[in-house]
């Protein structure tokens, strides 16, 4: 009630936990054809200069130009930078951010590809509207966590792969090299303007390829529905919330839906790459997912995710470039998943054993109900073809350690971890998911 002239104004003192969530999200066009009206999509913008950030693999299937053809339609010059980095590492952003800043300016970016090429996009976006280098702008510990000072520049995400999310984030992943580390930058101004989500780009995927990128569009579902609900957060002021901010009722009903539409359409887009309403499936539940975890969060299976793509030594992924050894982030998310979820399934029960029921309504578990959602996901990752654990991408008991070190620096999403782990609690995950069968 508003109060009277004259009368003392009161307030209501803080709570001591949080009390408010927050929601955000790039504007979506999603169908068959969505792609082709990118050109008018980027006048609403005025933009008049882009550039096209693409990867050698999406570049020789066409899309990439036939969509820039698509923009200079509308009287837009376009430029192309398809030298991204599946995996990017912090090498591979400079040489974006270093053409793009050399054959500058532009008004606009257009990211065709999949997280790698987006994520690639999103730094030179960041570094062509803001001075600094990359590490001032990467999370710390690792770099030192910069906020842009200035906005970014339009950027239409086009993701021809379905998993990464990175459409609807505000982060960008990659791997520093010399620290042998995959960290991130993340803000609220990296998150694109756009997302054009054409089910039609995600039909030349590898079966490798949907099954890694697959599993990560079910552990952003799976890990934002189980997440901490942001009411057990201590309360923000404004200046300090954050992107995730726990689970969330918004958030939930996108996970829900991503992992029902996931239940049937992963094994069959895995299995046939030509079926379209699979295909179609796995595109929406991507976006919903991206649409939840991206204000929810994720946690530990993606914080150990980290580590296990950065110390990669020697493995060679089915339907990824073979040049150089690489655990897709897909795959390395879901490889500790199932002893994750067996170690915060105390936490919030009733949340775990739902999404076991919404991936697997039939599944009957007459074990220890802790175990019902990690064997609904071993199950499934065998029948897709995932590897049987950290075992099988060239790690054994003795990198735990170093893996749980690595782990540990990825303190954005093990805060929002619905149970707190500890050094112990994180080496005996990973000790668990040597080998998962």
């Given at each position: ?18 009390t ?13 054809g ?59 952003l400079q ?23 987006i994520?690639?996009a ?37 993701p ?9 984030t ?5 791997d ?28 030349s995927?590898p079966a ?44 939930d ?43 929810a ?5 993606h ?10 030594r ?30 915060t ?21 007459p ?34 350690d ?8 990825q303190?954005?999403?093990?805060a ?19 080998n998962?069968?």
């Amino acid at each position: 009630m508003p109060a009277r002239a004259g009368s003392e104004v009161t307030t209501v003192p803080p709570t001591e936990h949080e009390t408010v969530f927050t929601y955000g999200a790039p504007a979506l066009k999603y169908g068959t054809g969505a792609s082709e009206e990118i050109g008018y999509d980027l006048t609403q913008y005025g933009a008049r200069r882009v550039l096209v950030v693409t990867d050698p693999v999406v570049a020789a299937t066409g899309w990439p130009e036939r969509i820039a053809e698509g923009i200079r339609g509308y009287g837009i010059t376009t430029e192309t930078f398809d030298g991204v980095h599946v995996e990017p590492t912090d090498v591979s952003l400079q040489k974006a951010v270093d053409f793009a800043r050399g054959s500058g300016p532009y008004d606009a970016f257009v990211a065709v590809g999949g997280g790698s090429s987006i994520d690639t996009a999103k730094a030179a976006n960041l570094l062509t509207s803001n001075d600094g280098e990359l590490m001032d702008y990467v999370n710390a510990p690792v770099g030192a966590g910069k906020a842009p000072a200035n906005p970014l520049k339009p950027l239409v995400a086009v993701p021809t792969t379905t998993g990464t999310g990175s459409e609807s984030t505000t982060v960008c992943v990659l791997d520093v090299l010399s620290l042998r580390v995959k960290s991130g930058i993340s803000h609220l101004r990296l998150r694109p303007s756009l997302a054009v989500v054409d089910p039609r780009l995600t039909v030349s995927q590898p079966a490798g390829v949907t099954a890694a990128s697959g599993m990560d569009i079910l552990c952003h579902a799976a890990e934002s529905y189980t997440a901490k609900p942001y009411t057990e957060f201590a309360r923000k002021q404004p200046e300090q919330r954050v992107p995730y901010c726990g689970a969330n009722p918004l958030a939930d009903m996108f996970a829900e839906k991503s992992l029902q539409l996931l239940s049937w359409a992963l094994p069959a887009a895995v299995r046939d790459g030509e079926n379209l309403a699979a295909r179609e499936a796995m595109a929406l539940a991507a976006t919903f997912a991206g649409l939840g975890f991206g204000n929810a969060g994720v946690h530990i299976p993606h914080a150990n995710a980290y580590p296990i793509a950065g110390q990669v030594r020697d493995f060679h992924p089915d339907g990824y470039p073979g040049d150089e050894a690489m655990v897709p982030h897909g795959m390395a998310v879901s490889l500790t998943a199932p002893a994750a979820f067996r170690f915060t399934f105390s936490a919030a029960p009733e949340r775990h054993l739902q999404v076991a029921r919404l991936l697997a309504p039939d599944f009957e578990w007459p074990g220890d109900l802790a175990d019902h959602l990690p064997a609904v996901l071993t199950n499934l990752m065998r029948e897709i073809g995932i590897p049987a654990g950290i075992g099988s991408v060239g790690y054994s008991e003795s990198d735990v350690d170093s893996l749980v070190s690595g782990t540990l620096k990825q303190q954005r999403l093990l805060a929002t971890a619905p149970r707190s782990a500890s050094e112990e609690d994180l080496a005996d995950i990973l000790l668990a998911s040597v080998n998962l069968w």
